[in-house]
Protein backbone atom coordinates (compact mmCIF):
# COMPACT_ATOMS: atom_id res chain seq x y z
CA UNK A 1 0.00 0.00 0.00
CA UNK A 2 1.37 3.50 -0.46
CA UNK A 3 2.28 5.57 2.21
CA UNK A 4 0.20 8.60 0.31
CA UNK A 5 -2.94 6.01 0.81
CA UNK A 6 -5.62 7.86 2.31
CA UNK A 7 -9.31 6.28 3.64
CA UNK A 8 -10.77 9.48 2.63
CA UNK A 9 -9.27 9.36 -0.59
CA UNK A 10 -11.35 6.14 -1.01
CA UNK A 11 -14.37 6.90 1.22
CA UNK A 12 -14.68 10.59 -1.45
CA UNK A 13 -14.00 8.14 -4.56
CA UNK A 14 -15.61 4.75 -4.02
CA UNK A 15 -18.48 6.10 -0.88
CA UNK A 16 -17.69 2.88 1.03
CA UNK A 17 -13.88 1.68 2.18
CA UNK A 18 -13.14 -2.07 2.90
CA UNK A 19 -10.14 -3.29 5.32
CA UNK A 20 -9.59 -5.07 8.50
CA UNK A 21 -8.88 -3.37 11.44
CA UNK A 22 -5.19 -3.03 13.64
CA UNK A 23 -6.12 -2.47 17.40
CA UNK A 24 -7.85 -3.58 20.90
CA UNK A 25 -10.40 -1.14 21.24
CA UNK A 26 -13.19 -1.79 19.92
CA UNK A 27 -12.86 -5.76 21.18
CA UNK A 28 -15.08 -7.89 21.62
CA UNK A 29 -17.56 -6.76 18.37
CA UNK A 30 -14.45 -6.54 16.33
CA UNK A 31 -11.72 -8.37 16.25
CA UNK A 32 -8.22 -7.01 15.57
CA UNK A 33 -6.71 -8.38 12.07
CA UNK A 34 -9.65 -10.87 12.00
CA UNK A 35 -12.80 -9.12 11.03
CA UNK A 36 -13.80 -7.15 8.16
CA UNK A 37 -15.25 -4.06 8.24
CA UNK A 38 -16.90 -2.00 5.71
CA UNK A 39 -17.52 1.82 6.12
CA UNK A 40 -19.29 4.09 4.20
CA UNK A 41 -19.03 7.58 3.62
CA UNK A 42 -21.96 9.24 5.32
CA UNK A 43 -22.96 12.97 6.93
CA UNK A 44 -25.35 11.47 8.96
CA UNK A 45 -24.67 9.44 11.99
CA UNK A 46 -26.42 9.00 15.64
CA UNK A 47 -25.55 8.31 19.40
CA UNK A 48 -24.26 4.40 19.11
CA UNK A 49 -23.24 4.61 15.99
CA UNK A 50 -19.69 3.47 15.10
CA UNK A 51 -17.37 6.03 13.25
CA UNK A 52 -14.05 6.66 12.00
CA UNK A 53 -12.44 9.66 12.04
CA UNK A 54 -8.75 10.77 11.55
CA UNK A 55 -7.21 12.64 14.75
CA UNK A 56 -5.29 15.38 14.78
CA UNK A 57 -2.12 13.63 14.03
CA UNK A 58 -3.41 11.99 10.88
CA UNK A 59 -4.36 8.50 12.57
CA UNK A 60 -7.44 6.83 12.20
CA UNK A 61 -9.54 5.87 14.42
CA UNK A 62 -12.95 4.00 14.41
CA UNK A 63 -14.87 4.52 18.25
CA UNK A 64 -18.40 4.60 18.93
CA UNK A 65 -20.31 7.97 19.47
CA UNK A 66 -21.39 8.42 22.88
CA UNK A 67 -22.51 11.96 22.49
CA UNK A 68 -23.30 14.22 20.25
CA UNK A 69 -23.20 18.29 21.03
CA UNK A 70 -23.88 21.22 19.53
CA UNK A 71 -20.68 21.47 17.17
CA UNK A 72 -18.81 18.63 18.90
CA UNK A 73 -18.81 14.79 19.62
CA UNK A 74 -18.17 12.47 22.16
CA UNK A 75 -16.57 9.00 21.50
CA UNK A 76 -14.80 6.23 23.26
CA UNK A 77 -13.73 2.40 22.04
CA UNK A 78 -15.91 -0.41 23.23
CA UNK A 79 -12.95 -1.68 25.41
CA UNK A 80 -11.50 1.55 26.34
CA UNK A 81 -11.80 3.23 30.26
CA UNK A 82 -11.15 6.25 28.55
CA UNK A 83 -12.98 8.73 26.28
CA UNK A 84 -11.64 10.49 23.45
CA UNK A 85 -10.98 14.02 23.32
CA UNK A 86 -13.93 15.81 22.14
CA UNK A 87 -13.89 16.04 17.99
CA UNK A 88 -14.95 18.37 15.44
CA UNK A 89 -18.09 16.77 13.47
CA UNK A 90 -16.39 17.43 10.32
CA UNK A 91 -13.51 15.39 11.20
CA UNK A 92 -15.47 11.82 10.92
CA UNK A 93 -15.08 10.21 7.68
CA UNK A 94 -17.61 7.71 7.83
CA UNK A 95 -20.05 5.03 9.34
CA UNK A 96 -19.24 1.45 10.02
CA UNK A 97 -22.10 -0.53 7.93
CA UNK A 98 -21.07 -4.10 8.61
CA UNK A 99 -18.56 -6.50 10.15
CA UNK A 100 -17.63 -9.37 8.40
CA UNK A 101 -16.50 -12.20 11.17
CA UNK A 102 -13.48 -14.91 10.15
CA UNK A 103 -16.49 -17.67 9.63
CA UNK A 104 -18.16 -15.54 7.17
CA UNK A 105 -21.17 -14.36 9.30
CA UNK A 106 -22.02 -10.66 8.59
CA UNK A 107 -23.22 -8.36 11.36
CA UNK A 108 -25.27 -5.77 9.66
CA UNK A 109 -24.87 -2.84 11.96
CA UNK A 110 -28.38 -1.09 11.30
CA UNK A 111 -30.35 -4.11 11.86
CA UNK A 112 -28.36 -5.60 14.68
CA UNK A 113 -29.28 -4.34 17.78
CA UNK A 114 -26.87 -6.13 20.19
CA UNK A 115 -23.86 -4.61 18.18
CA UNK A 116 -25.46 -0.85 19.05
CA UNK A 117 -24.20 -1.48 22.31
CA UNK A 118 -26.79 0.60 24.30
CA UNK A 119 -24.44 -0.92 27.48
CA UNK A 120 -21.14 1.49 26.01
CA UNK A 121 -23.07 4.92 25.12
CA UNK A 122 -25.58 5.22 28.37
CA UNK A 123 -23.28 3.51 31.32
CA UNK A 124 -20.02 4.64 30.17
CA UNK A 125 -18.65 5.23 33.87
CA UNK A 126 -19.88 2.19 35.04
CA UNK A 127 -18.22 0.26 32.23
CA UNK A 128 -15.11 1.69 32.70
CA UNK A 129 -15.18 1.24 36.65
CA UNK A 130 -15.42 -2.39 35.71
CA UNK A 131 -12.30 -2.60 33.47
CA UNK A 132 -10.26 -0.48 35.84
CA UNK A 133 -11.11 -3.08 38.67
CA UNK A 134 -10.03 -6.12 36.17
CA UNK A 135 -6.99 -4.40 35.10
CA UNK A 136 -5.81 -3.47 38.45
CA UNK A 137 -7.03 -7.30 39.67
CA UNK A 138 -5.17 -9.07 37.19
CA UNK A 139 -1.73 -7.40 37.04
CA UNK A 140 -2.42 -8.16 40.84
CA UNK A 141 -2.33 -11.85 40.12
CA UNK A 142 0.65 -11.58 37.48
CA UNK A 143 3.01 -9.94 40.26
Known amino acids: MPSSYKFEDVLNKDGELIFTNVGYSMYPLIKQ ?55 AKDMILGVLKSITKKDGKIIDLSKDKKARRF ?20 LRKIK
Open 33 to 87: REDVLRIVKSDTYKKGDIVLYKSEIDHYVLHRILKIKKDKVILAGDYNYFKDKPI
Open 119 to 138: FYTNFFYIKAFFQIIGKVLH
